[in-house]
């Protein structure tokens, strides 16, 4: 293979290289993922503050059931002190049961109120218990496939870097100077092939004076237009 054919190989190498370098460090998988990250903080936040929201009423429901057993306690205490025989005594019961009895219905009403909101906030439970563990698992899928995707790339990039620097020892010492030094002056485009009297990167034709001096030039010259490393003799498998 000649030199210009051996350069556009490995100018072609270090393209795929760039290529995949970039893919791996711009992964739209991995930003989906950290947003999913983010909404799953988010999910176990709503959870925290369920569960919290859920002892309250729970701790209110209890205080309640201890209200109910101390007004049935007083309704007991009041009913056996009472002297059945004095009037005024069945007179001061009746009042004090009626008091009780308002305080017992004003604890229903409380603990239905209460029981509504537990059942909410079960029934929020049960749903987002479903909802994070549904969540888990696409994080985890996803992490899985980002991660495979990733290992792809740097496999290949690995492959390339071991390619690229057995191609850069093949070369003579002058090209692979040459080259690296065209590599860095035009960010990565540094090697063109001659189309006709096109080359291939600048696209400026060249006169016929250039074409006599670049038939003179044995393969690999540089373009009078753009400076880059110029191939004239390259074999058609590029
Ligand atoms: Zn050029």
Redesign the pocket.
């Given at each position: 293979m000649s030199l210009g054919t051996n350069l556009l190989k490995l100018q072609e190498l270090d393209l795929a290289l760039e290529r995949d370098r970039a893919a791996l460090a711009e992964m739209p998988e991995i930003a989906e993922l950290a947003r999913k990250r983010r909404a799953y903080q988010k999910l176990k936040a709503d959870e925290t503050r369920l569960f919290a929201q859920r002892k309250d009423v729970e701790a209110i429901l209890a205080e309640l059931d201890g209200r109910e057993q101390d007004c049935n306690d007083d309704i007991g205490i009041a009913q056996r002190r009472t002297d059945s025989s004095n009037y005024r005594e069945v007179q001061q019961l009746e009042v004090d049961l009626g008091i009780l009895a308002k305080q017992l219905d004003k604890i229903a009403f409380e603990r239905r109120e209460q029981t509504e909101k537990l059942d909410e906030i079960v029934r929020k439970q049960e749903y987002l218990t479903a909802y994070i563990a549904k969540f888990e698992k696409s994080v985890v899928a996803d992490t899985r496939a980002a991660r495979d995707k990733a290992s792809a790339i740097k496999e290949r990039i690995e492959a390339a870097e071991r390619k690229r620097e057995a191609m850069l020892a093949a070369l003579p010492a002058d090209a692979s100077e040459r080259y690296t030094a065209a590599r860095t002056r035009f960010r990565g485009l540094a090697v063109?092939r001659l189309e006709g009297n096109v080359?291939s990167?600048?696209r400026?034709a060249l006169q016929e004076s250039s074409m006599d001096e670049l038939r003179r030039a044995e393969g690999v010259t540089e373009?009078p237009?753009?400076h880059?490393i110029?191939v004239t003799d390259a074999e058609d498998e590029i």
């Open positions: 063109e080359p990167v600048c400026m373009c237009y753009c880059r110029l």
